[in-house]
């Protein structure tokens, strides 16, 4: 099914096309300068690197169904998991079933959705793409149009770097316009927003989702994903704007001297032709749709790894119209939805083990079986789609980094686990999930999924799914 070794080669070679691979003992077991933990992360003692995710290979002994089945039974019935609990452990070496139970059954899978979505956007439009965010000359002179290309990554200043490092950037934009527009005053901003099409919230969002900082208005111009601060928590609480593109058009304005009151939505009009017989004096004057200033953001593989890290909804339902644009489906979420599905049809997944409303997992109509979650990382793992492969170095890991970062640190038999384990959480009301990769402690590689709904308490709910990774870790079964 997959080269022993593959897991290990993706992670190493991640480095190689300009992803940050995060701290802990990873970073020293492939091969990177060793960097400190972050100074947020819970206060546990480093581990000494062991030998056991370097020595993952086709030797290692492959774990018997049986004896896994003993040892995360007593786990999965665990009653902080709540009434229903479906999981998939897969040998990612043979393809063999380890572990199932209702892995063929449909449920909530809040943020591990983002696998399907980091998957197809991979698929669809490749690791090396980028998106533009454009300025081109308005109708009237002085009138300058900003045209959203769905990077929602854009920064504002240098100053924004930390939640999104080498983003794009709203100033740098503003001083190739300035420079473009020579001697001509800028008077007016008009905001492009028509790449996007449909609602702007979706289907299975929570009223309070916008206003706890949840997510944006899915907008195809934005700055720092429509957070008006540039910083990331969690489990939301990062204020929005309530008008994402209008917000990042005043903003543009006022870096090239216009006043806020003159900013508005419209559109861009189209490229005037250029007359071969014309004087160079007129082809040197600006005419309407003329490009006046271009940037673009980091490669595609870097959104997306940005996007798992950080379980960021907004980045996900803009990597999910992308996939629609690709398509030539309309770039909406019901797009989206179509796009995403087909191509998992594409990439030969079963994607009738899926129902789609956001790309995000946000909704919580979204129901996905842990089948497809461990078929789509068993992919990936493999060498038939090697684009899929940069979903692991975007995967947080256990411990150390991204929605991992505080977990897996006790008690202290799952210590065992931290940078062993990489995975994409998921949480709702009463939903808690995790997918992902780990290597046993018999050098294993495996991919599994762990969908539990009905748990009171999410704060056990998610220890109790670490126990079930930790619990494979450890097993010498």
């Not at 994607?351 to 079986?369: K, M, P």
Request: net charge negative; hydrophobic share 45%; charged share 20%.
């Amino acid at each position: 099914m997959v080269s022993a070794l593959v897991i290990l080669t993706l992670l190493a070679g991640a480095a190689a096309v300009g992803l940050v691979v995060r701290p802990g003992p990873v970073d020293e077991w492939l091969g990177a300068e060793p960097t400190a933990a972050p100074t947020t992360a819970a206060p546990t003692p480093e581990p000494t690197p062991t030998p056991v995710l370097l020595a993952a290979e086709a030797d290692g002994a492959a774990p018997d169904p049986a004896a896994v089945k003993a040892a995360l039974d007593p786990l999965v019935n665990a009653s902080a998991l709540g009434s229903t609990v479906h999981v998939q452990v897969v040998d990612a070496v043979s393809g063999t079933v380890l572990y199932e139970r209702n892995a063929d059954k449909m449920t909530t899978p809040a943020s591990t959705t983002k696998v399907l979505t980091a998957a197809t956007v991979l698929a669809a439009r490749g690791p090396a793409h980028r998106l533009e965010t454009r300025v081109v000359a308005g109708e009237r002179p002085g009138e300058v149009v900003i045209i959203g290309g769905g990077d929602p990554t854009l920064a504002v200043e240098e100053d924004d770097k930390d939640l999104f490092p080498g983003a794009a950037r709203l100033d740098d934009l503003a001083a190739q316009v300035k420079k473009a527009l020579g001697g001509t005053k800028p008077t007016r901003v008009t905001v492009d927003t028509s790449l996007f099409t449909g609602p702007e919230t979706a289907t299975g969002w929570g009223s309070g989702d916008i206003a706890d900082g949840q997510v944006a208005r899915i907008q195809p111009l934005m700055v720092n994903a429509g957070r008006i601060e540039p910083v990331h928590n969690e489990y939301g609480g990062d204020p929005r704007h309530s008008d994402p593109a209008l917000a990042a058009g005043k903003l543009f304005a006022k870096m090239i001297g216009v006043p806020a009151s003159a900013v508005a939505r419209g559109e861009a009009p189209e490229t005037a032709a250029v007359d071969p017989s014309a004087s160079a004096a007129a082809s040197a004057t600006i005419a309407p749709g003329d490009e006046l200033g271009k940037v673009e953001s980091p490669p595609m593989v870097q959104i997306v790894d940005w996007m798992l890290q950080q379980s960021d909804n907004v980045v996900a339902e803009a990597l999910g119209r992308q996939v629609a644009l690709a398509a030539g489906e309309e770039p909406s979420f019901k797009g989206a939805a179509t796009a995403m599905t087909d191509q998992l049809t594409e990439l030969g997944l079963p994607a009738e083990l899926a129902v789609l409303n956001d790309a995000s997992g946000l909704s919580n109509r979204n129901t996905i079986a842990p089948e497809l979650l461990v078929k789509t990382l068993a992919l990936a793992a493999g060498t038939d789609q090697p684009a899929l492969s940069n979903i692991f170095n975007g995967l947080p890991v256990a411990g150390w980094s991204g929605t991992l970062e505080t977990r897996f640190a006790t008690p202290s038999a799952n210590e065992t686990a931290q940078g062993i384990v990489r995975a994409k959480t998921g949480s709702l009301s009463g939903v808690n999930t995790l997918a992902g990769v780990l290597v046993t402690r018999e050098r294993r590689p495996l991919v599994f999924a762990i969908m539990a709904k009905g748990g009171a308490n999410a704060i056990t709910a998610r220890a109790a799914l670490d126990d079930i990774a930790a619990r494979l870790v450890a097993c010498g079964c």
